[in-house]
């Protein structure tokens, strides 16, 4: 190691958690590479690879009108010499008055186009896309979420930090799922004696574990080191509830760094209410990846913190 290198690794000290034997580090992709945050970063590296190969100019995607995805992709664009064009679920009359995430996207000089929420459905159709392809021509289309094969190939890379800096002394990685490309490529790289658990944001995920199936099979690799939590949803995807604002709250205090409602509050969430509930993750040396996510506050923050201001009263 470097004087230099920074570590993203965060140990957290918890007494409640040292009497359960578990020793929690949190691995910071939200500081990983600032400007493309999170896991996005890892989901767009090979995308943007192959864009470059095959002489694509620009970059197409998918997102919801906070997407941290679509706000990846803007960067991402910029910082590798891609034209983006985002395609976001939402009223052309959106565009008199941007929201931030969208504001960032058009500053970092992405072309929007709105798709109200029956277009925006068709999203993954093969007629759909194809018009799509006619029409930006020189534009490669990734899927909403950055999550592909090329996508999931990049998330492998995420275990080669992990092992960068803890070597062997892990037993399991906990991930937020919202596709579940992150946690299919974590998977397909840990080691053999190691698992992953996802938690699932979305309602009746249970067809993630099909996706991570068929990610596993188109990679060749064989494994059953994984599992998906399916029930720390809160009542569906960017839903909150009081017990997870008041969670978040808590968690932020005692361990001084920041999450968001959407992801990793539901995963952190989910792993401390296990570690309450279930022997699984008891004696184990736990490493939470903090996938990033931040900007998407914006959207939801004065939701969280209303929640937050009742849960003390
Ligand atoms: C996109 C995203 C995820 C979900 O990643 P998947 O690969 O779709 O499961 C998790 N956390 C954050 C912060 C994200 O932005």
Not at 28 to 51: C, E, M, Q, T, W
Not at 81 to 96: C, V
Not at 182 to 204: E, R, W, Y
Not at 265 to 270: I, L, R
Request: net charge neutral; proline share 3%.
């Amino acid at each position: 190691m470097t004087l230099h290198s920074f570590s993203p690794i965060q140990y957290i000290d918890d007494p409640a958690l040292a009497a359960s034997g578990v020793e929690l580090n949190i691995l910071r992709l939200d500081r990983f590479f600032p400007p493309i945050s999170g896991n996005k970063y890892f989901k767009l590296k090979h995308n943007v690879d192959y864009a470059r190969r095959h002489g694509y100019q620009r970059l197409l995607s998918f997102g919801g009108a906070y997407s941290n995805h679509i706000h990846a992709l803007a960067l991402a664009g910029r910082h590798y010499g891609f034209g983006t064009i985002g395609l976001i679920r939402g009223e052309q009359s959106m565009e008199a008055n941007l929201n931030p995430t969208l504001q960032d996207a058009v500053d970092a000089g992405m072309d929007l186009h709105f798709l109200d929420r029956s277009q925006y459905r068709n999203k993954h159709d093969k007629d759909f896309v194809a018009r799509l392809q006619a029409e930006f021509s020189d534009a490669f289309i990734i899927p909403e979420g950055g999550s592909n094969l090329l996508g999931v190939k990049g998330c492998m890379e995420i275990v080669g930090h992990i092992q960068h800096h803890l070597d062997d002394n892990y037993d399991l990685v906990i991930v937020p799922c919202g596709t579940a490309a992150t946690l299919a490529g974590i998977a397909a790289a840990l080691p053999d004696n190691k698992q992953v658990v996802g938690v699932a944001v979305l309602k009746n995920a249970q067809f993630l574990n099909d996706e991570v199936t068929a990610y596993l099979q188109q990679l060749g690799v064989a494994k059953d080191n994984w599992q998906i939590l399916l029930d720390y949803h809160g009542g569906g995807y960017a839903k909150l509830n009081q017990s997870l604002a008041h969670f978040i709250q808590q968690f932020e205090q005692a361990n001084t760094l920041q999450i968001e409602p959407v992801y990793t509050g539901k995963m952190f969430y989910g792993l401390y209410d296990q570690l309450i509930h279930s022997a699984q993750f008891k004696g184990k040396r736990i490493v939470a990846v903090h996938t990033g996510g931040l900007q998407g506050l914006r959207g939801i923050g004065d939701q969280l913190e209303k929640l937050q201001a009742k849960a003390v009263g």
